[in-house]
Nanobody, 124 residues
Framework: QAQLVESGGGLVQAGGSLRLSCAAS????????IGWFRQAPGKEREFVAA????????DYADSVKVRFIISRDNPKNTAYLQMNSLKPEDTAVYYC?????????????????WGQGTQVTVSS
């Protein structure tokens, strides 16, 4: 079992930056694929970014490519999502997810462990 706790959300103006953290416990992060998802009010949860267990392979949704960077510090058992050039449409609850299996990274059902989410609000 792994427990994930996100932090770093908040209110930021358009064009600003935030870094989300995902601290894992109960299981070594280096054995897990990490994904970030987000859910805006009235919308379905959507894929944002994912990283292989080593961090050597990453994937991004087209809407955040170039602006967001996923990374991980396995010795610290923590993953990150650096979000730059934020837009109002990035406003959502952001969730960290992890899986020991290499399923489809973009599919929420591929992930076994989920954090509680952290709110990101981007004002125009």
């Amino acid at each position: 079992q792994a427990q994930l706790v996100e932090s770093g959300g908040g209110l930021v103006q358009a064009g600003g930056s935030l870094r989300l953290s995902c601290a894992a416990s109960g299981r070594t992060l280096s054995t897990l694929t990490i994904g970030w998802f987000r859910q805006a009010p009235g919308k379905e949860r959507e894929f944002v970014a994912a990283s292989s267990w080593s961090g050597g392979n990453t994937d991004y949704a087209d809407s955040v490519k170039v602006r967001f960077i996923i990374s991980r510090d396995n010795p610290k058992n923590t993953a990150y999502l650096q979000m730059n050039s934020l837009k109002p449409e990035d406003t959502a609850v952001y969730y960290c997810a992890a899986s020991p299996d290499s399923g489809s990274w973009r599919r929420a059902s591929s992930y076994v462990y989920w954090g509680q989410g952290t709110q990101v609000t981007v004002s125009s």
